[in-house]
């Protein structure tokens, strides 16, 4: 089933279109890779979705009111920002939206602990961890807000190679469960392990949709990513790996 | 002609002096309360020109008369220009101008501020001296003791009373507000706290004191959240007096109106 | 900390009795407080008409100082913020004193405090604006010196312009705020747009938390961005500018309090607020005793305690976060 679509969705700033008629959509158990190289429009593409900016055409979460919006969708950004020295457990439980009753409250902040594997860290203040671990607090947050739907901005970004895996992990298994994840990546072959479709964006339009196997091409590498890439289905699954800059 | 005359005419004739005139001095006044002894002791035509502050409709007891006069600035050089023989100041007239007109070599007379009716008395008749009429002096001194004396006859009761002004402050022992209060047959409350030239009263105190009367100054035009506290609700059930005005800031016979206007209040003196 | 609350309440309840009881009368307690009840004789005068609404007012100004400062924080995410620094107590000075000069105020009752919330709002509106989206401190802070040097500045010129000589020394009250010679009537004119004030900001908890991960995360939470900045404009220009009215500028409080709670309450916002709100008034209260027992017969001001206090913390402050100066 049909999570959340985009139909014809554009973003102008000024007579520039930064988001150019994009059409997809995201079903239960769509994971999303959204690629493309910086400046192709992902953010932008992901905050209008979100009702975040202006746009013209459809984004199906536009058209809620921003409280069904808030139930329906979390959204993680690439500023990573926790103001205060709060607790871990209470930045998580933030995501809660102070909406829920009590018992069900811990529980999503307790199961987004576990799944981050946060949950040693509950007590400690949030802003004396590493950057790292501060991104897991925040997907954590994200994860307890229990929606069906979960955007982040480069959510590997600064993580190292085991939070990495994990978080794309989680991403996975949230997908399989029935949910809807999109989120922009640039670690291509962490895309092409994990992603159960790539959407693969060059200034502002959307060039490719599918499968990785169907949007890694060598030409679309070599259009949009300006790279040559070693692209192998191995036994450890798929594995991707940029080479060398196209001349 | 008189006889007198015509020697000295004869004589001015014969030395080739040029006559002077023993006529009364030509005055310049800088300082309020020297303007009002000088408008009641002194000729109209001795008056060169008289402060700004005469005319202040606040604070001058004499602001109409003032009007007749010309008035200066306060500037030494104005006043010098004016070729005054006489040049009346007060103690805190402006230091730098009064130096400079005494280094000019004019005759300048400091009078201090009155703080009791003998400075009243002293004044006056320093003044009288100065300006050439000694009888007037003593005449208006005798005038001022002879209604003092009235005023103050027929009064057994003593009525407590409280000056109360912006800010809360009071006139001690040592001001004429106080000599003006206790001629007019009240207690100054000031005296109980021993307070000397005045001081600041805290609300919570003059209400523990329990004044018989509170008199307070007349307000200014315009805001101040200074004499908003004379407006206070735990103000309201005290008996509020007269407001003081201009006659009770200058030490001269004027007081004796201010003694008489007070005397309103008090129990004795009321209906007369 | 669950103690924090009953700790706050008894504090207070303590320090507004002191506050009831300290004063030049020196009655036994047992007298001031029957005095109180009834209002009779002196004394009681004293206690109704002096000591009461003081102790009132400075319980309206704490909770409102307190408030908006928590509220402001929590909107910029910095903590250097607070209604004094960055010229809202100024601008409401500003606004009482033009319309007590020119008349205004006189003209209908609630005017003067109308006229210190308009001025008050106008500051905030400028200072929001100015201080951008991330409310970067060294942006806010050179903007809330330049609001409070104008503000000070005309504060100053229209009180020199006035044609009462008393007016002219009044400077020192409007920009060091004081309690003394208060009376109910002050409490009537400011508690309407008080307590406007502080259910509007009151109201802003769940906004203020979901801010401390960023405009945009709070965004997508549900939070309306755009109706929250109005709301803490106007609940701020309200309970400031009412008590300023009344009372003179007095800064520091919405600086000192939040940050001595603010590890309580586990740094959250919305929580934080409440707090801040008892402790804002507490320390008015002990700061009010302070002044009265320092100089009892004098007229020291209230702005100069917490000045003493909270210009030092202000300094340690911008030394702790002198990294984040942009």
Known sequence: ?247 | MRPSKVITLALALITGASVVEAGPPRVVSMNLCTDQLVMQIADPDQIISLSAMARDEHSSAMRDEARKYAQNTGSAEQIYLTKPDLILAGLYTEKASVNMLQSLGLQVEIFDPEESFDNIRDNIRRMGDLLGHPDRAARMVADFDQRLADLQSGITTRPRAALYGANGYTSGVQSLSHHILTAAGFDNIAQELGLTWGGRIPLERLIVLNPDVVITGRPFRGHSRGEEILRHPALAPFKMAAHTDARWVCGTPLVLDAIQDLQREHPDKRTQ | MKLLWPFLIVVLILTFAASILIGQANAPIADSLAALMTGDGPLGRIMQDIRLPRALLGVMVGVSLGLSGAAIQGYLRNPLAEPGIIGISGAASLGAVVSLQTGFAAVFWLALPLSALGSAFLAVLIILALAGPRGGSLTLILAGIAVSALAGALTSLALNLSPNPYATYEIVFWMMGSLADRSMDHVWLALPFCLVGWVMIASLGPALNALSLGEDTAASMGINLTRSRLILIIGVACSVGAVTAVSGAIGFVGLVVPHILRPFVGARPSVLVWASALGGAIMILAADILVRIVLPDGDLKLGVVMALIGAPLFLHLIYKTRGDLQ
């Open chain 1, 1 to 247: 089933m049909t999570l959340f679509s985009y139909d014809t969705l554009s973003v102008l700033r000024g007579e520039c279109p930064v988001v150019d008629h994009v059409s997809f959509k995201i079903d239960a158990g769509d994971f999303i890779g959204l690629i493309g190289p910086n400046g192709a429009g992902k953010t932008t593409l992901m905050r209008a979705g979100l009702g975040l900016l202006a746009h013209t055409g459809v984004s199906t979460l536009t058209q809620m009111t921003p409280q069904k919006r808030a139930r329906t969708a979390a959204w993680m950004p690439q500023q990573r920002e926790i103001a205060w020295a709060m607790s871990v457990r209470d930045v998580i439980r933030l995501g809660r939206l102070g909406a829920g009753n009590a018992s069900e409250d811990t529980r999503a902040v307790d199961t987004a602990m576990d799944r981050m594997g946060l949950t040693s860290f509950a007590d400690r203040i949030a802003t004396h961890l590493s950057g790292g671990e501060q991104a897991r607090v925040l997907i954590a947050r994200a994860l307890a807000q229990d929606t069906p739907l979960l955007f982040a901005d480069e959510p590997t970004a600064s993580l190292d190679p085991e939070s990495q895996l994990s978080t794309m992990d989680v991403f996975r298994s949230l997908a399989a469960d029935g949910r809807g994840v999109m989120a922009s990546i640039h670690d291509l072959g962490l895309a092409a392990r994990y992603c159960t479709k790539l959407a693969l964006m060059h200034r502002g339009q959307l060039v490719a949709f599918g499968s990785p196997t169907e949007v890694l091409t060598g030409d679309n590498l070599r259009h949009v990513f300006k790279v040559h890439a070693f692209y192998e289905h191995t036994i450890d699954g798929p594995v991707f790996q940029p080479l060398s800059v196209v001349s």
